[in-house]
């Protein structure tokens, strides 16, 4: 069965960190572009990070440079969001994201999502 399986969200207090993890489970992670995605509540979903399936372009949203940092762990077939200094409107719903085009085919896959609160 291919899915994705995110962990790692929870209640942290402003400034504080949280490790979000993106587990692919059926395929490998390699071979996709992976993002996380955010949505808080009565907001649209935004992205927030992603990263090629070479590494060789990561993005940020403006709101979190400096803060969060995506990477990839091939061997656990993982891609990771690392939250850093977190403040109360990066509070929302994280979801990740893989998607590979092969020619006109398109292998689009998301996670259920993890909470993530950020709250003194």
């Known amino acids: 069965q291919v899915q994705l399986v995110e962990s790692g969200g929870g209640l942290v207090q402003p400034g504080g960190s949280l490790r979000l993890s993106c587990a692919g489970s059926g395929f490998t992670l390699d071979y996709y572009a992976v993002g996380w995605f955010r949505q808080a509540p009565g907001k649209d979903r935004e992205g927030v990070a992603c990263?090629?399936?070479?590494?060789?372009?990561?993005y940020y949203t403006d709101s979190v440079k400096g803060r969060f940092t995506i990477s990839r762990d091939n061997a656990k077939n993982t891609v990771s969001l690392q939250m850093n200094t977190l403040k109360p409107e990066d509070t929302a719903v994280y979801y990740c994201?893989?998607?590979?085009?092969?020619?006109?085919?398109?292998?689009?896959?998301w996670g259920q999502g993890t909470q993530v609160t950020v709250s003194s």
């Open positions: 994201n893989a998607i590979l085009r092969v020619g006109i085919d398109e292998y689009d896959y």
């Open positions: 990263i090629s399936s070479t590494e060789g372009s990561i």
